[in-house]
């Protein structure tokens, strides 16, 4: 028997049944949370933060001693790894992630680590390992990774960007560059993955945040491709009547409503959707998880519209199996926390009809 007081998330990522719609947030740790803020004014920056395996369990914590969330999200962040690889991360404010180092040649790719997780990135496996025990089974413990693709944006523009140039002009005209490039960020992500299962986390998710900027074409051999290599070399264990014995594997491309097919088609066991998704046409529901979709804005909104945009979506999905709530994209910093405890209690209370356990 699994040692899960909650296992709905679990259960909806194999397609089982389950009472309630599981549901918990992109983001759901961050600065809409004023014991957030507080943490964070006191330890004196994010890194710090995700840094302190103490401090890193705290503020994954926060949002679970508020809501019913069906599942906690270890707190840190994507850039962990370009930052393993000595690319110097850091953020200025207001200004988002920042790079003192960025990549722009071949010989900068070569020169590039693949970094060892129980060494330069062992305070994230800390945080894991020390999360997994505080939580003591109380519902179960995400661990995450950014994809090749979003990572390669970050290291390559030096930081956050809008349209993405030299990137896409390293793509266009030093492609076999890029590639390697992505080939070493598909390895390092994959022994950063198995490291964070095997320190206890019980399902990953694969962000890639900006996959949705490339052609169709190149979505394929520059994201989608190295997305499905990571995910042949993850050790996800076994399905049995544990639940827990197999980890399952969340892709999520923001944009990426119009791949859908390929996306399922890597051997995921859910695909998170963005809002611009309609979950009605999904043609697979029930035999692959989706995890989705609300638009994060609507929590500006009142109680009354929080809650007919949740049942919209629930009802969008339909009486399948496999139904993650989440929203579409992060939460955004200056939501009302009350308006997050409606969502969350919408999903529960709204959700029950279309599940019969
Ligand atoms: O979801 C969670 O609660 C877990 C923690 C988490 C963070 N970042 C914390 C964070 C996760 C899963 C991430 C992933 C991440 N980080 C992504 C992919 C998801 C997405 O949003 O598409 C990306 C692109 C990043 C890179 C990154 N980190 C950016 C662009 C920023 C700046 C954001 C901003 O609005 O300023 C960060 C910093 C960051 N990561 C914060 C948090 C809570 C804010 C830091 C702060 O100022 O306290």
Aim: charge should be neutral.
């Amino acid at each position: 028997m699994s040692q899960l007081k909650n296992d709905r998330y679990l259960r909806a990522l194999q397609c089982l049944p389950v009472d309630y719609t599981p549901v918990w947030m992109m983001r759901q740790a961050g600065r809409y949370l004023p014991e957030y803020r507080q943490l964070r004014s006191k330890a004196g920056d994010f890194m710090t933060m995700c840094q302190t395996p103490e401090l890193a369990c705290e503020v994954t914590l926060q949002p679970l001693q508020r809501f019913e969330l069906d599942a906690a999200i270890i707190f840190s962040d994507i850039l962990t790894i370009p930052d393993a690889m000595g690319l110097g991360l850091y953020f200025e404010s207001g200004e988002g992630p920042k790079f003192k180092k960025s990549i722009s040649c071949i010989s900068d790719i070569e020169q590039l680590p693949i970094p060892d997780p129980e060494q330069s990135l062992k305070y994230v496996m800390d945080a894991i390992r020390l999360t997994k025990k505080e939580l003591n089974g109380k519902v179960p413990l995400i661990g995450f990774s950014g994809s090749p693709w979003t990572l390669a944006t970050y290291m390559i523009e030096g930081g956050s960007s809008k349209a993405f140039t030299k990137i896409k002009k390293m793509l266009y005209s030093e492609p076999k560059a890029l590639h390697q490039l992505l080939e070493k960020l598909a390895n390092s992500i994959a022994l950063y993955l198995n490291a964070q299962i095997q320190a206890g986390a019980q399902s990953i998710m694969i962000f890639d945040t900006w996959g949705g900027v490339l052609s169709h074409q190149s979505y394929q051999t520059f994201s989608l491709d190295y997305m499905q290599q990571i995910l042949s070399q993850l050790k996800q264990g076994k399905k049995s009547q544990d639940i827990t014995s197999y980890i399952p594997v969340t892709l999520f491309t923001k944009g990426g409503g119009i791949w859908l097919d390929r996306i399922i088609n890597t051997g995921c066991d859910a695909v998170g959707v963005d809002w611009t998704v309609n979950l009605s046409q999904i043609t697979q529901k029930g035999k692959i998880a989706v995890q989705g979709n609300l638009d994060p804005s609507v929590l500006y909104a009142r109680k009354q519209t929080i809650e007919s945009n949740v049942e919209a979506v629930l009802n969008e999905y339909g009486y399948h199996n496999g139904h993650v709530f989440n929203l579409g994209h992060g939460i955004h910093q200056d939501i009302p926390v009350e308006n997050v405890q409606h969502l969350i209690e919408a999903v529960h209370r709204l959700s029950k009809r279309f599940h019969h356990d």
